[in-house]
């Protein structure tokens, strides 16, 4: 029981250390990848994306520097595996679905003059 007990704690510190390394590095993607965006586009852009683009220095890193923190610091406050494991999970979605919501922003632009063209 004992050595199942530890190889869900490594198997956690795990999952937690690789979503928490996948947060930084979206967080690094996008906070340089939206002012290249900003610049690229010299049309007027749809409410989403100027809110993204004007808010994106301090949105970013809270949304995904806090999705790392939340992942590492669970580790030490849930003492139940499987949930450290789901609460590791969840995370990993939140973050993904988060960037997805960031990249769709960006190409609203381009999906506005598309549906205007037909």
């Not at 409410?47 to 999705?67: C, D, M, Q």
């Amino acid at each position: 029981m004992d050595q199942n007990r530890q190889q869900g704690t490594g198997l956690s510190w795990i999952a937690t250390i690789i979503v928490a390394l996948v947060c930084l590095f979206a967080c690094l993607f996008w906070t340089r990848s939206v002012p290249i965006f900003a610049e690229m586009l010299n049309v007027e852009l749809p409410l989403p994306t100027r809110i993204l683009i004007e808010n994106y220095k301090w949105l970013l890193p809270v949304l995904f520097l806090g999705s790392a923190t939340i992942v590492v610091v669970k580790e030490f406050l849930v003492s139940d595996v499987r949930r450290r494991l789901g609460t590791t999970v969840i995370v990993f979605v939140a973050a993904g679905t988060s960037a997805c919501i960031v990249y769709y922003l960006l190409n609203l632009p381009v999906f506005v003059l598309i549906q205007k063209l037909k």
